[in-house]
């Protein structure tokens, strides 16, 4: 019973190949990411300061307010960890003697 793979399996993989070749492939991806977190915030706090103002739907923006925030920790966490990774492979790449964060705990 072989799995088949997702598009988005084989993409994750094949960053993840890349990212261990090319630190510059981890390095766009994580400005990618980080930008991406920072403007679904702003999307956030945009849609509950108008809901605020508006007064009408605050019942529901106000019980779901949490969830809103899942997606921009997630891809915060996503960033992070192609920070760390990128440090990692550029460090290896640059230089033997320096401090290499162990990521893979």
């Given amino acids: 019973m072989n799995r088949q793979k997702t598009?988005?399996?084989?993409?994750?993989?094949?960053?993840?190949?890349?990212n261990g070749l090319f630190w510059q492939v981890s390095?766009?991806?994580?400005?990618?990411l980080s930008i991406v977190t920072a403007q679904?915030?702003?999307?956030?706090?945009a849609v509950?300061?108008?809901?605020i103002s508006a007064g009408s739907g605050l019942d529901v923006i106000g019980k779901f307010s949490?969830?809103?925030?899942?997606?921009p920790f997630v891809?915060?966490?996503v960033s992070l960890r192609f920070a760390m990774q990128?440090?990692?492979?550029?460090?290896?790449?640059?230089s033997e003697q320096s401090k290499i964060i162990n990521i893979d705990q």
């Fill in 7 to 18: 598009m988005i399996d084989e993409l994750v993989t094949l960053f993840l190949e890349f």
């Fill in 27 to 32: 390095a766009v991806l994580t400005v990618f």
């Fill in 40 to 45: 679904s915030l702003m999307w956030i706090i």
């Fill in 48 to 51: 509950q300061n108008q809901a």
């Fill in 66 to 71: 949490n969830m809103f925030y899942v997606f």
């Fill in 75 to 77: 891809t915060a966490i």
């Fill in 86 to 94: 990128t440090y990692n492979v550029y460090a290896t790449q640059n």
